[in-house]
Nanobody, 125 residues
Framework: QVQLAESGGGLVQAGGSLTLSCTASGRAFSSYAMGWFRQAPGKERKLVAAINWNGASIHYVESVKGRFTISRDNAKSTLFLQMNSLKIEDTDVYYC??????????????????WGQGTQVTVSS
């Protein structure tokens, strides 16, 4: 069973940067579509960015375009989210997710069947 482990969250001032990483166990990482989601307490999990199996197709939600960059290193089974120009409203728990059934970029949370444990991102004023 593939497992996902996020790292890189923390506390940062508004305008600062953080890089989230998500490392997958198992050999099938390179065939999975991957995504980063965020979730506030009591609220629905929302997509931040998605990437297809080889990184050639990427999707961002409007609120992070130009500030966040999703990328992947299939040789290292690792997914990244570079977050620049962070805003207070970016504060949330961030989750990486993998789809073992879809290789193309997908924004649908229902397409993802593997999830990490989440990492807290807190942006202060």
């Amino acid at each position: 069973q593939v497992q996902l482990a996020e790292s890189g969250g923390g506390l940062v001032q508004a305008g600062g940067s953080l890089t989230l990483s998500c490392t997958a166990s198992g050999r099938a990482f390179s065939s999975y579509a991957m995504g980063w989601f965020r979730q506030a307490p009591g609220k629905e999990r929302k997509l931040v960015a998605a990437i297809n199996w080889n990184g050639a197709s990427i999707h961002y939600v409007e609120s992070v375009k130009g500030r966040f960059t999703i990328s992947r290193d299939n040789a290292k089974s690792t997914l990244f989210l570079q977050m620049n120009s962070l805003k207070i409203e970016d504060t949330d728990v961030y989750y990486c997710a993998a789809s073992t059934t879809v290789a193309a970029t997908t924004p649908r949370a229902d397409d993802y069947d593997l999830w990490g444990q989440g990492t807290q991102v807190t942006v202060s004023s």
